[in-house]
């Protein structure tokens, strides 16, 4: 028995090692065949230099082959397995970002940077990543890496930046110039991308450049209700209105649809009626809000519904004959949004005219009624109140203006008409005028009235230079009024440029002859 245990012992001791003998020849082979590859390549290099027969290098050619393929096998295999395994983190870290384990995600793709992978995608997903485990100066340095200042790397990395600006809220002139940048990074190093075409054209577009916005604007996805809504505005606004309407026109189906998928959907249904505004479809316009109205009293609803009422307003004064029923519109506009200052410009247009309507007491009366039954008090102030003040009944211009302005602090218009009744009014209070009307400037610098109100308000307080830059700076917009160029005549002479305080006394006049004030 034990010499039957014996011997299948030694069988498998042999098995063995003919097994680790046939392995390591088979491990070794390929470094033997190197080994005797460069061993004979040597030696004929040595012949060579010994003979200088170019017959002898010749023949060491083949090895020279193996001896070279042998070593380009081996460097791919060192750097083909760091590559596949950073492969399996990358996989590994989607997998986790798709669970939302962003630590464990994180984890991985730092795993995959360290083994050598390199590609923007996996960069930026890294940084998404930190992004939400909340390492920001991680994330930070990996987007100034993949977007910096200075030239395209990355788009997505230029589009996140971009959007993070813009989502700010109020920006500074330096945070539109970033952003807007950024998106020209991202257009240059991917000019399909539509969203980066989508905001810029939409900033270009809330900053009154109208030209690049239709441009960029025309690149955003044909689904994109906001932005080709604002594509649609921003033809109108350029005169193209046949354009507009037709754009207009595509995205009422896409608008429609979003809107009862989701009846309650607010901005969908805002969307579905500004795009039937513009296509020209007023009346459905309207009732697309009134329906939203039923679900749900939002006062976005109302506002949106007074636009539609004030562009029906719009196209009625456009014919003669129209003004009374135009009235009724605004009439129900001013019921239906009681401040919205946008009405104050058309009941005025109104209160200046008779015709159509049975006179300026009808309008006058309508706004007395307001105030007494306490329906749009501070509008109806406003109104009246800068109706009086255009005709020299300055006394009753102060009480109206004065209420206004206690009603609707906030108001722009509503300041800038009280500080320049403060300004013109018996007795005057420039001091006080001024206090409200900088206020106003260091709000909305680039506005031309206000700066204009100021001017005459500096004319006032006898600054006669600082009242002639305001005025100056309103003149590109406001150029076609008598009284800026009586005031800023008066200015002239007193700063002693008398040839230029004369220009200005002429033009005044001819603006007058021409029945402009």
Do not use: C
Not at 212 to 222: G, V, Y
């Amino acid at each position: 028995m034990f010499s039957w245990l014996y011997s299948i012992y030694r069988t498998t001791l042999v098995l063995l090692t003919r097994s680790y003998r046939m392995a390591f020849e088979f491990v070794g082979a390929p470094f033997r065949w190197v080994g005797n590859a460069g061993s004979f390549l040597l030696q004929l290099l040595v012949q060579w230099w010994n003979s200088r027969h170019l017959r002898s290098l010749w023949w060491g050619i083949p090895s020279l082959l193996v001896a070279i393929l042998s070593i380009v096998s081996v460097i791919v295999a060192k750097s083909t397995i760091p590559y596949e395994t950073a492969q399996v983190y990358v996989t590994s870290a989607r997998l986790a970002a798709q669970k939302e384990d962003w630590h464990r995600a994180q984890l991985f793709f730092d795993r995959a940077v360290e083994l050598g992978l390199r590609d923007s995608e996996s960069i930026f997903e890294l940084a998404s990543a930190a992004q939400q485990a909340g390492d920001r100066s991680r994330m930070s340095a990996l987007m100034n890496y993949l977007a910096p200042d200075d030239r395209a790397v990355y788009a997505p990395a230029h589009l996140w930046k971009a959007t993070r600006i813009l989502e700010k809220g109020k920006l500074e002139k330096a945070d539109v110039e970033l952003a807007e940048l950024h998106l020209q990074l991202a257009i240059q190093q991917n000019p399909q991308l539509q969203m980066a075409h989508a905001l810029l054209g939409d900033l270009y577009f809330q900053t009154g450049i109208i030209e690049p916005a239709i441009e960029h604007l025309a690149q955003s996805h044909r689904t994109a209700v906001p932005y080709r809504i604002k594509l649609s505005r921003a033809l109108k606004i350029k005169g193209e209105e046949l354009q507009s309407t037709s754009v207009a026109g595509q995205i009422v189906q896409f608008a429609e649809e979003a809107s009862q998928r989701d009846p309650r959907d607010l901005q969908a249904r805002l969307n579905w009626s500004e795009a039937l505004l513009l296509s020209g479809d007023r009346t459905k316009a309207a009732e697309v809000i009134v329906e939203g109205l039923k679900l749900a009293d939002d006062p976005a609803l109302r506002q949106a519904l007074t636009m539609v009422w004030i562009q029906e307003a719009d196209e009625l004064l456009k014919v003669k004959g129209n003004k009374g029923r135009a009235f009724q519109v605004l009439s129900a506009s001013l019921e239906n949004t009681p401040n919205e200052i946008l009405l104050f410009d058309r009941i005025l247009k109104l209160l200046n005219t008779k015709e159509g309507i049975e006179g300026e007491e009808d309008v006058t009366l309508f706004l007395q009624q307001n105030i007494v039954t306490g329906r749009a008090v501070g509008l109806s102030h406003l109104i009246l109140g800068t109706h009086k003040l255009e005709n020299q009944q300055v006394k009753e211009a102060g009480f109206h203006l004065q209420q206004a302005f206690k009603l609707l602090p906030h108001g722009p218009v509503v300041a800038n008409n009280f500080a320049w009744y403060l300004a013109k009014g018996d007795p005057p209070d420039p001091l006080r005028a001024l206090e409200i009307i900088d206020a106003l400037v260091a709000e909305y610098p680039q506005s031309p009235e206000f700066r204009d109100t100021r001017g005459h308000v500096l004319m006032a307080l006898e600054r006669w230079q600082e009242a002639a830059a305001d005025l100056e700076a309103a003149l590109p917009v406001l150029g076609n009024r008598a009284e800026t160029h009586d005031a800023l005549s008066q200015a002239y002479e007193k700063l002693g440029s008398m040839e230029i305080a004369g220009q200005h006394r002429r033009l005044a006049e001819q603006l007058r002859n021409q029945g402009v004030q």
